[in-house]
């Protein structure tokens, strides 16, 4: 009791002494209850010591808060960081999306285009390879320049391809492969040599199947680049193994120029047909002369009944068991293939056929045993000998022997008889095939 009215009275006296330093204040927590507080300024002191700790406490503060705004930055940026990475690989999946939509379109464009292309290339087959004039050619017939093309060394494929329609296969009683018979089979092609340079685009090669042996043995090997404005090299080789190896042990230069791949070798010499001209030569191997020239009565040349790949090749000479043939047409015949018999030493026609095929819906002709041979395509990589024409009883008839042209662009073939093979020049090539003759 005593005590209590002690501390009031020390408060009232206090109270009245400091009244002008203290102050009393009543208000509500944030929880809503009421708190009674009151303050006094201190009599000795005019300012108090930082509750913070003093300057270091201050810098510590000011490192935090610095800490804290970078760790804030840090921490933003890589935030930022990830939502563009999200956006740049939403961005990312689309533009692929797109190229692959684009790529498959050029795919597509692509292989429409290699079509075209594919066909493009098969027309371009069917066409003769112009010679570039005024290039200068060396000993071996490859041409050492270049310069204009010339439109007038070969003749563009006036007609398009056209196979005679071939029978069923009939079954052949063969007797024997070795003697004169109807033919029953062609092998595989086997090639002997590629041509260089672009005069062997297309050639003529052969072997003479009766030498003479002087000075030219059975084993020579004759060669004529055909492309050319004037053409008059013809290469000699000792064997086929030199005709490999692209060694010629002579190369004889005629004395007028070869009109494209119709010649042939016989008895000692060559028979080719001048160019731009129906005359027909007789060349001497030995002596290295012309012996004997003819104009074959009214044959077309230069263009105007070829094979059906053109190139000039209106008048074809072959040899066979049975001598020298000229296969060629006439304005009488209106484009069919005449097959006339020569005098070998004279070039006298002896006697003379007209069949019922057209010239220039065939590739290519042979003769074997007195019976002319037609070839349906010179491009086709399988086609077939579909038409022959017997000498002896005058018939024709169609056949369906398999022919393989193997490098798609074959311009000459001709038989020996003495080798029982086929010579062809298909695409640069020099090829020979193996043949088989049936029982007559």
Not at 123 to 151: E, H, M, N, Y
Not at 173 to 193: A, D, F, V, Y
Not at 243 to 252: A, E, H, I, N, Q
Not at 259 to 285: C, I, K, M, N, W
Request: some cysteine; proline content about 4%.
């Amino acid at each position: 009791m005593w005590v209590r009215l002690a501390l009031l009275l020390c408060w009232l006296v206090l109270g009245s002494q400091g009244q002008d330093r203290a102050s009393f204040r009543k208000s509500n927590d944030r929880s809503g209850r009421c708190q009674y507080s009151f303050t006094v300024d201190s009599p000795v002191e005019s300012s108090c010591p930082s509750l913070t700790g003093g300057p270091e406490a201050e810098n510590l503060s000011a490192r935090l808060t610095l800490l804290e705004a970078v760790v804030s930055r840090v921490l933003g940026v890589e935030v930022v960081t990830d939502v563009a990475k999200e956006a740049t690989d939403v961005q990312e999946t689309r533009r692929l999306i797109q190229d692959k939509e684009r790529l498959n379109k050029q795919v597509q464009e692509l292989r429409r285009l290699v079509e075209e292309l594919t066909m493009e290339t098969e027309k371009l087959r069917d066409r003769p390879c112009p010679l570039v004039q005024g290039d200068p050619i060396d000993g071996f017939g490859v041409i050492r320049g270049s310069g204009s093309v010339s439109t007038a060394t070969f003749q563009e494929l006036k007609a398009e391809l056209s196979e005679l329609p071939a029978p069923a296969k009939v079954q052949e009683n063969i007797q024997n492969s070795t003697g004169c018979g109807e033919l029953i089979s062609i092998g595989e092609p086997k090639t002997i040599q590629k041509a260089d340079g672009i005069t062997g685009k297309y050639g003529l090669w052969f072997q003479d199947p009766e030498a003479t042996g002087q000075p030219y043995g059975p084993d020579a090997v004759w060669r004529i680049n055909a492309v050319g404005v004037d053409v008059k090299q013809l290469y000699a080789y000792e064997n086929l193994e030199q005709l490999r190896r692209g060694l010629p042990m002579k190369v004889l230069v005629l004395p007028e120029s070869v009109e494209s791949t119709g010649a042939t070798v016989y008895r000692g010499s060559l028979y080719y047909q001048r160019s731009r001209s129906p005359t027909l030569l007789r060349f001497d191997l030995g002596s290295e002369k012309i012996v004997a020239r003819r104009t074959l009565p009214q044959a077309g040349f230069h263009g105007k009944h070829p094979y059906s790949w053109g190139g000039y090749t209106d008048i074809d000479l072959a040899v066979d068991e049975q001598g020298l043939w000229a296969i060629y047409s006439t304005d009488k015949a209106r484009g069919a293939i005449v097959l006339s018999q020569l005098d070998p030493k004279t070039l006298e026609v002896i006697r003379s056929w007209e069949t019922n095929v057209r010239k220039n819906k065939v590739a290519n002709a042979f003769v074997i045993c007195g019976r002319l041979y037609t070839v349906a395509s010179y491009s086709a990589n399988t086609t077939t000998v579909n038409y022959t024409f017997d000498t002896a009883s005058g018939k024709s008839k169609m056949l369906d022997v398999p022919f393989r042209n193997r490098y798609r662009y074959n311009s000459m073939i001709d038989y020996n008889h003495a080798k029982k093979k086929l010579y062809a020049w298909d695409n640069f090539h020099m090829v020979t095939y193996d043949v088989m003759l049936g029982g007559l």
